[in-house]
């Protein structure tokens, strides 16, 4: 199976501040990974898919980069309504697997 | 708009099983995989299995392959997991999801989960 170890586990930023998570994956997985957004008690949802795809609708401020085992999720401008749990998930292989989320607080 | 409606929530004995079911309304129902991601109290998420209803084709993870079942019954456009041999472990929020080709694993709508909760 393909593990994805995503860090920070948690982080504590600022209204404004630019957030950084990474993804690791542990074999080359091209540019098959996507990530969520998710709100307490509530399903997850799709921000960016194929790595750095932005999904319909879904604000500019967030973006995604990288490819083969390194990838990066940024929020430019943290804003309140984006405290969420954010998961990245991986595709090359079955099983489909996701990382460990990033809890993300104000 | 596609929306995923899951049942109600299931509280079982260790030992016994349980089945959820996840129905769709609007889009095309066979053309999508549908998948099974859990989410135990506290923990990441976990896929469990999925079901391309077209193709009847399955697939499981391994850590459940054996106690876990998914299917779907294209008349009524709704997907079933059923997982046999509940343990406390099994108890978890189960999410299903839908997957558009051609690589049916970008999760792009999500049931509003079901919590099932094993406990003697």
């Known amino acids: 199976d393909i593990q994805m170890t995503q860090s920070p586990s948690s982080l504590s930023a600022s209204v404004g501040d630019r957030v950084t998570i990474t993804c690791q994956a542990s074999q080359d997985i091209s540019n098959y990974l996507n990530w969520y957004q998710q709100k307490p008690g509530k399903a997850p949802k799709l921000l960016i898919y194929d790595a750095s795809n932005l999904e319909t609708g879904v604000p500019s401020r967030f973006s995604g980069s990288g490819s083969g085992t390194d990838f990066t999720f940024t929020i430019s401008s943290l804003q309140p309504e984006d405290i969420a749990t954010y998961h990245c998930q991986q595709y090359d292989n079955l099983p489909l697997t996701f990382g460990g989320g990033t809890k993300v607080e104000i | 708009q596609v929306q995923l409606v899951q049942s109600g929530a299931e509280v079982k004995k260790p030992g016994s099983s349980v089945k959820v079911s996840c129905k769709a309304s609007g889009g095309t129902f066979s053309s999508y995989a549908i998948s099974w991601v859990r989410q135990a109290p506290g923990q990441g998420l976990e896929w469990m299995g999925r079901i391309i209803p077209m193709l009847e084709k399955t697939d499981y993870a391994q850590k ?48 509003q989960g079901t919590l099932v909760t094993v406990s003697s």
């Open chain 2, 64 to 111: 459940v392959q054996g106690r876990v079942t998914v299917t779907a019954d294209k008349s009524t456009s709704t997907a079933y997991v059923e997982l046999s041999g509940l343990r406390s472990e099994d108890t978890a929020v189960y999410f299903c999801a839908r997957a558009s080709p051609p690589g049916m694993a970008t999760f792009d709508c999500w049931g």
